[in-house]
């Protein structure tokens, strides 16, 4: 089953996102991802694995900011890919969603976006 965690406040996002995170990891887990916007613009970071994946990355390509949105996936549908792990962008980059389970009605949604 997949989780989503949030946050806005005062504090980096990234450490408040990650706790979140793993606390929801025992619910399953094939992939997970961060979204944070902060001085640099939207910045997002996805790994394929365990969380700790995405920590390891994170520590690689450290990201800052006030505003955070995390996901952990449990694939019904796709692969564990870094592609597939949440969150996900639109074409632009100036938009990231994350979701649990499926989005039948994604191609009129993909054309409006």
């Known amino acids: 089953m997949c989780g989503i965690v949030g ?16 606390r929801l ?8 991802g961060i979204a944070v916007v902060g001085a640099a613009g939207l910045q997002i970071r996805r790994a394929a694995g365990r969380i700790k994946n995405l920590e390891a990355l994170l520590r690689e390509k450290p990201i800052e900011g006030r505003i ?5 996936r449990w694939a019904t549908h796709g692969r564990p890919t870094d592609e ?23 191609l009129p949604i993909k054309e409006r976006l």
Do not use: C, Q, W
């Open 7 to 22: 946050y806005i406040g005062e504090k980096n996002a990234v450490d408040t996102v990650l706790e979140g995170l793993r």
């Open 25 to 32: 990891e025992y619910r399953g887990y094939d992939s997970a």
């Open 68 to 72: 955070g949105l995390g996901h952990t």
């Open 84 to 106: 597939n792990a949440h969150p996900h962008t639109d074409g632009s980059g100036d938009l990231v969603v994350v979701h649990n389970g499926i989005i039948e009605n994604y």
